[in-house]
C-alpha cells in the first residue's frame, strides 16, 4: 500500500502559516544541549537494572544468586577444583533478604578484589575465545549495585587463595567513577581457600515456583554433575544436590578463531593486536585451519604482498582476505574448545533427579553458526517419573530446560531460539499428542565460546538458522526414540492383553477337551499353552502362563 | 522433591582420591587472572551487537533507521518544530546498503558533534525525567559503530544550527576509548538549517515485510501524525507519509519524582545534587507534591532534623525519609510531564492509513507504576477495511503494534508486557472469535518518562504489573465497544433478511388477495408495507420498500 499523497494547497498555506507561528517559539540546538553529560556504564546499570535481570522480585533474587554461583563454577573448572558450593538465604524482613555464597575455588588475587566486585566491564574473560559461564565482567559488580541500591549495604567478600592470608573486604561502588568504595579492609592467617560472598538484597522474595533459586540450583545441579551444592532456603531446610560424577569437565581451552565469518572489522583488529611482523604468519597465528598451502591460496587472490607489516593493514586489503576466506574451502572449525556435558553424564543426572519411565539423551556433532562460530548442541527428552512439571490443578504439564554453556535460562522464554525450536518440533509426530500436558521434560544445552545473547542479562538466545536447526534434529531424533519405546510399549500391551485372554480361553478349552475326550486336564492345557507361546513368540517359563487375577480396584 | 540425599561412605572415598588427584593439577589465582583487563563501553557492545538490536540482516537495518528517526523526532519536538523527515536506502551491493537520513530540526552544536555520533553514554537525556523516545545515549553512536564494524567507513554528519555555518564532519568511533576519531571536517557558510547523515552498512537486508524499514516508518507516521516522513526505497519509489495534524505535541516537560516509589538510594543520590541547604527545603524542592504540610508530617515520622545539611544525610535517615514517603498520603502524579498521542490525533492516522470499517480509540488516564512512576496508556481497534496483515495465503491476519512513546516496536514481542496483556484479553467475549485470523489492528502506545525496556535495544517492555492491567483493561473497553458496534451491525443484517423475506411475501400476498376481493393489488401490497414498516420498525421511505434483486454470483 503506497501512501503517494499530493499536499493540498490549502493544507500546505495552512502549515506555513503554523510554521511561521510555531518558529518563534523554537528552541535553539545550544540550550537543548546544555545539559549534555556523559555518565558511567554503572551509572548506566543503575537506571536500567532489567537489563541485567533485576526486574521482578523473585526474578531479581534469582539473577543475584546466579551471578555467584556462575562466577563460582567458572572459577573452579579453571583451576581444576571439584566444585562445593554453598548458598544460604535468610529472610530479614518483607522482601529484604541476605544471600551467602561460599565456594571452594581458587580464590581472588587481593589487588582484583575491589575490580571484580566494584567495576563494570573488568574481567579476565572478555578477549578470551573460550567457554565459560560468564563473560562481560558485568554480573557480580551488578549484585553489588543492586544490593547497594536497594539496601544502601556493601557487598562482604572474603577470599583467599590459599597461600596462608585471607582477605575481608567490604565494598560499595562509585556510580559515577564505575570502581568500588572500600569501606573496610581487614587481613589475617588462616589455611582456608576459596571465596565466600555475603550481601543483603531488598525488594526481592523468595518463592519455589519454576524461577525461584531452588529451581535454578537444581537445574544448575543437572548441568553440572561434578559440582556438589547446598543450599539452604529461607525456611531452614537443606537441600543437597549431589554430584553424580567427580570427573572435572576438562579445561575449556581458548581457540582461535576460524577464517570463516571472520568479519573484515575482525581482522584489522586481530592485526593490531598481533605480534607477527608479516601478514601471511599474522594469519597462521591468530586463525585455526589455515596452514602454510592455505595462505599461498590465500596469496592468489590477493593484490598486495603478503610480507607486509599487519599493523598496516589496510580496509580494503583486509576486505581481500576477507574474501579470499569466503571463497577458499577451509576444514571445518575444530571443536576441541567446545566443552559438552555428555550423554553419560546428563543419562546419569536426569536418571537421579526426575526417575523417567523413558530417557533418551543426545549429544550432537559440533556445527558452525555465523560463518565460523563453533557451537554444539546437546538435548535430553525423559517422559513419565517425576518428568514434567506438577500443576496447581494436579496434572502434570510438560517443562522445559533451557541451558548454555551448563546455565540455567529461566527466564525470557519468549524470544529465544531454543524456545522456537522447541515449538516447531511436532511432537504429535512422534506419539506426545498433547506435548503441553505430557509428564515429559526437554532438556537443551547450548554449548559455544560465543553464545548471542539478546540481552545484557543473558537470558534469551538470540535468532540464528543454525543453532535454532541444530537443537531442533537433535529434539526429532530422541522425539524418534521416545515413539519408539512408545510403540514397542503399545505392542507389549496389546500382546499381554492377548495373552491374558488366550490364556483364559484355554483354561476353560482344556476342561471341556478334557470332558469329552477323557484325557488329562492338565496335561492339554500345557500343550494349549505351548501353542500359545509359539505363536506368541513369549519368552517367559510356561509356568508363569497363568492368567493374572484382575487387579483390585482402589 | 527434597533431594537430600546422604553420601555414601564409598563413593566420598573416591571423591577424595579424585580431589587428590586432581589438586596436583589445580591452577593457581593468579595464573587465572593474569588476564584480567578492563574494556570500554564501546568494546562491550562491539562484541554483543545484538543487544543493540543488531542480529539479524532486516532488523539490523531498521534498527540503523530506529536510531536515526528517533533521534530527530526528539530534537524537532524538543525545538518545536515541525518535523519533516527524508530517509533514502540505496542499494550498493549484496546485503549492502547507503542510508541518508536528514530533519529540519534544531542541529548540534559543533562543540558536541563528535560526542553524540562517536561516544557512548554520552546525551542529553539521561539524567532528565522527561519523556523522550531516546533516553540512554547508546543508539546513534551504535549506528556508527555497526557502519564501522562492517564496512570501515565513517559516518559522515552534515548539520547547522541555522547560524548560518554548516558543519560537516566525517568520523569513527574509537572502541578501545569509547570516544570519536575524526576523519575530516569541513565548514561553510549556508542558510540551511537541520542534520543530516550518510552511513554505508553490510550484513544488512532490505525487505518490506512488518520487520522492515518501510513498515517501521508507516507506523513511526501513524504514532506520529505531525511528522512528514519521505522515504526513497531502494528501488527508488518515493512513499510520503504525510502528517494529519500541524499541530505539534506539548513539549515535553521535566517532572520531579513523585515521592512514592522514591527507593533511599534515590532520595540519596538526589541529596547529593539538591542546591537545597536543608533537607526540608531538599524534599520540597526535589520532590512533586511535597508541600509544607507534607514536610511537616514527614518530620514528625523520623528522629533527626530536617534542617540538616541534605548532603550529610545517611542511608538511615534517608530511610526513615523513605518509609515516611510510604506511610503518608500524597496527591498522585501528575501527568502534566505526559505527552499521550490524543485519541483525535490517532483516529485520524487510523482512517487515513487503515480506511477501517470499525474503530474505537481510547487514551485512558494516567496511572502509577512501581510505587510513583507515571505512565498513561492508549488503544486502539480498527476492523475491516485495510486492517489486519494480509498473510501470503490470502487471507488477512490479525496485526498488533506496539508503540512506546510514539516509537513501533517491531521485534521482541515474545516476552513484551504490551504483548502479554493483549494476549490475555478473551478477544471471543467481544465478539472477535478468532483473533489470530480476523482482520483486525490492534493499536498500543504506552507513555512514560521512564518506560522499564528488558534491554539496550529497547523493544520488549519488561513485565509491569501496572502497566500490563491498564493496557488490559484499555483493550476491554475497545472490545465491548467492537462488540457493540458488531451485534447493531448484526441485527441489521438480521432484519434486513427478515425485510426481504416479507416483502418477497406481501407481494405475493397482495396479488393473492386482489385476485380473490378485486381489490387494487397496489393498494393491498402498500397497505402491507405499512404493516411491516411499523412493526419493523424501519425509517426508510416506502419506495425503497421493494425486494433487492439477488447479488449476482461472480
Not at 587463595?161 to 567513577?177: A, M
Not at 569501606?183 to 543483603?200: A, H, N, S
Amino acid at each position: 500500500m503506497c501512501l503517494l499523497i499530493s499536499i493540498h494547497n490549502t493544507l500546505l498555506r495552512e502549515v506555513d502559516y503554523k510554521l511561521a507561528e510555531q518558529e518563534a517559539k523554537e528552541k535553539r540546538a545550544d540550550e537543548l544541549f546544555k545539559d549534555f553529560k556523559e555518565v558511567s556504564i554503572t551509572e548506566f546499570f543503575r537506571k536500567n537494572k532489567a537489563h541485567l535481570g533485576y526486574s521482578g522480585k523473585v526474578r531479581s533474587l534469582t539473577t543475584a544468586i546466579h551471578e555467584m554461583v556462575t562466577n563460582s563454577l567458572d572459577a573452579c573448572e579453571e583451576a581444576r577444583i571439584l566444585p562445593e558450593i554453598r548458598v544460604d538465604i535468610k529472610e530479614l524482613g518483607q522482601e529484604h533478604y541476605k544471600i551467602l555464597e561460599r565456594d571452594n575455588g581458587p580464590g581472588i588475587p587481593a589487588k582484583h578484589i575491589s575490580d571484580v566486585f566494584g567495576k563494570m566491564l573488568a574481567g579476565t574473560k572478555f578477549h578470551r575465545n573460550i567457554q565459560l559461564r560468564g563473560q562481560q565482567g558485568i554480573g557480580i559488580s551488578g549484585v553489588t549495585l543492586y544490593s547497594q541500591i536497594t539496601t544502601g549495604k556493601p557487598m562482604k567478600i572474603k577470599t583467599s587463595t590459599g597461600d596462608g592470608k585471607v582477605h575481608e573486604i567490604r565494598l560499595l561502588v562509585n556510580i559515577t567513577k564505575n570502581e568500588a568504595e572500600i569501606v573496610e579492609t581487614k587481613v589475617y592467617d588462616d589455611d582456608w581457600k576459596g571465596t565466600e560472598i555475603e550481601c543483603e538484597l531488598r525488594d526481592v522474595s523468595y518463592n519455589i515456583s519454576e524461577h525461584g533459586p531452588y529451581e535454578y540450583l537444581r537445574r544448575t545441579s543437572i548441568a553440572n554433575p561434578h559440582a556438589k551444592i547446598i543450599f539452604v532456603d529461607p525456611e531452614g531446610r537443606k537441600h543437597v544436590f549431589d554430584r553424580t560424577t567427580t570427573v572435572i569437565p576438562e579445561t575449556p581451552s581458548e581457540m582461535k578463531p576460524h577464517p570463516k565469518g571472520a568479519s573484515v572489522d575482525d581482522i584489522l583488529n586481530m592485526a593490531k593486536q598481533t605480534s607477527a611482523r608479516r601478514v601471511s604468519s599474522f594469519l597462521m597465528d591468530s586463525f585455526t585451519r589455515t596452514s602454510n598451502a592455505k595462505v599461498e591460496e590465500i596469496h592468489e587472490s590477493v593484490n598486495f604482498d603478503l610480507k607486509k607489516n599487519p599493523r598496516k593493514l589496510t580496509w580494503q586489503e583486509a576486505e581481500q582476505i576477507a574474501k579470499a576466506f569466503e571463497k577458499i574451502d577451509f576444514m571445518a572449525p575444530s571443536s576441541e574448545g567446545l566443552r559438552p556435558i555428555g550423554e553419560q553424564q546428563i543419562k546419569k543426572a536426569v536418571l537421579k533427579i526426575l526417575e523417567p519411565e523413558f530417557e533418551a539423551v543426545l549429544t550432537r556433532d559440533p556445527k558452525v553458526y555465523s560463518g565460523g562460530v563453533p557451537f554444539q548442541v546437546e538435548v535430553a527428552v525423559a517422559y513419565g517419573g517425576k518428568a514434567g512439571r506438577p500443576s496447581a490443578d494436579g496434572t502434570v504439564k510438560s517443562e522445559v530446560m533451557r541451558f548454555t554453556n551448563r546455565v540455567p535460562l529461566l527466564f525470557d522464554a519468549g524470544g529465544c531460539t531454543i524456545t522456537n525450536a522447541i515449538n516447531d518440533v511436532d511432537w504429535k509426530r512422534y506419539d506426545i499428542k498433547d506435548f503441553e500436558n505430557s509428564p515429559v521434560t526437554v532438556f537443551v544445552n547450548l554449548v559455544s565460546m560465543y553464545v548471542p545473547y539478546t540481552s545484557a542479562g543473558k537470558l534469551s538466545v538470540a535468532p540464528e538458522k543454525e543453532i535454532e536447526k541444530e537443537v531442533k534434529m537433535a529434539l526429532m531424533d530422541v522425539g524418534r526414540r521416545f515413539q519408539k519405546y512408545n510403540s514397542r510399549k503399545r505392542r507389549e500391551i496389546e500382546k499381554e492383553t492377548r495373552l491374558q485372554a488366550l490364556l483364559k480361553y484355554s483354561t476353560e478349552l482344556a476342561l471341556a477337551v478334557s470332558k469329552l475326550s477323557g484325557k488329562d486336564e492338565k496335561k492339554i492345557l500345557s500343550d494349549l499353552k505351548e501353542v500359545i507361546k509359539k505363536r506368541l513368540r513369549y519368552e517367559g517359563s510356561l509356568e508363569e502362563l497363568t492368567p493374572k487375577p484382575k487387579a483390585a480396584k482402589g
